[in-house]
């Protein structure tokens, strides 16, 4: 239906992501940008990843120019 279809952080009041990563449960790097509005689609290599629980970090700095960080968790569910 193209909602939800990317994980990606909401950028109010962040002047710059220095990093958005997302691993497994294994602690498996799956994804990581430090671009402002991209998200992950679910897949690792182009391979879909299976159906589970993920963990996310974001590293940035707020419009201030203070240090922003914040972590999560979520279920990707095909």
């Known amino acids: ?3 939800n279809d990317r994980l990606r952080p909401l950028g109010a009041g962040i002047g710059e992501i220095k990093d958005f990563s997302i691993y497994n449960r294994w602690g498996e790097l799956v994804f990581s ?3 402002n509005g991209i998200g ?3 897949n690792k290599n182009g391979l879909p ?3 589970g629980t993920y ?3 974001v590293s940035a700095t707020d419009y201030r120019g203070r240090p922003y960080f914040q972590k999560g968790i979520f279920t990707l569910i095909r």
């Open 33 to 35: 940008t430090r671009q």
């Open 55 to 57: 963990v996310w970090q």
């Open 1 to 3: 239906d193209g909602r």
């Open 40 to 42: 992950w689609d679910g």
């Open 49 to 51: 990843q299976p159906t």
